[in-house]
């Protein structure tokens, strides 16, 4: 079955500190894709980014990131020069089943506290 | 604004009653999903419908049923509710199947009392 585990329940910085946040999968497809939603406090979530499985080149959006290491499993998002803006609950996903379209499993999230 | 519309926001109901979720998904998507999500359970996926159709059933207790309308909105219907029931209960849609990417609306906080 597919499973997503997120251990970091809630992670504190400071305005201007990096965080990353972990995300292991665990999946029998040899093919798959994997996201991060971001849950800000207003409620609503709101997609970051999709990998394939296919592509371990990481990536790069801004003042976010991500490492996606098919060895290990693991697809973790770091925020460089955090911001107060960024404080939300971050998911990593995963689908279901392969070929289930879109339906995700989603790891617990973790809390991202930004201080000012 | 991702374009997925869900009403009523705010729902605040007594055990035993029975209330509907209503989600338009965004222009041109075939694909409604629901999810709920609780502060013991995360997020779940309940139900896909696609054109109309049941696609995918998840973790939905036999109390809810939905449905999707020939103008592709769907509507959740949660009946003889109990204080567990309480939650967000979100819809999200897709275009393009296989992808993953999916579009939520602002969710619906259901309150049981």
């Known amino acids: 079955a597919q499973k997503v585990t997120q251990a970091q329940t809630e992670i504190s910085v400071v305005e201007k500190e990096d965080v990353t946040l972990d995300c292991v999968y665990e999946?029998?497809?040899?093919?798959?894709?994997l996201f991060w939603y971001k849950q800000p406090p207003s409620g609503e979530l709101v997609f970051l980014i999709r990998?394939?499985?296919?592509?371990?080149q990481n990536e790069i959006s801004g003042r976010y990131s991500w490492n996606f290491q098919k060895s290990t499993s693991s697809f973790n998002f770091t925020i460089t020069a955090s911001q107060v803006v960024d404080s939300a609950v971050y998911f990593c996903?995963?689908?279901?089943?392969?070929?289930?379209?879109?339906?995700?499993?989603f790891g617990g999230g973790t809390r991202v506290l930004v201080k000012p | 604004d991702s374009g997925v519309t869900q009403t009523p926001k705010h729902l605040i109901t007594a055990t035993g009653q029975r209330v509907t979720l209503r989600c338009s998904p965004r222009s041109g998507d075939l694909s409604v999903y629901w999810y709920q999500q609780s502060l013991d359970q995360g997020l779940q996926f309940l139900i896909q419908?696609?054109?109309?159709?049941?696609?995918a059933k998840g973790n939905i207790l036999e109390r809810f049923s939905a449905q999707q309308f020939p103008d592709l909105h769907s509507e959740l219907n949660l009946s003889s509710l109990e204080l567990g029931d309480s939650a967000l209960y979100f819809c999200a849609s897709s275009g393009l199947v296989g992808t993953g990417e999916l579009f939520f609306g602002e969710g619906s906080r259901l309150t049981v009392l």
């Open positions: 419908y696609y054109n109309g159709e049941e696609r």
């Open positions: 996903a995963l689908p279901l089943i392969k070929a289930a379209g879109n339906k995700l499993t």
């Open positions: 999946t029998r497809d040899t093919t798959y894709y």
């Open positions: 990998r394939n499985s296919f592509d371990e």
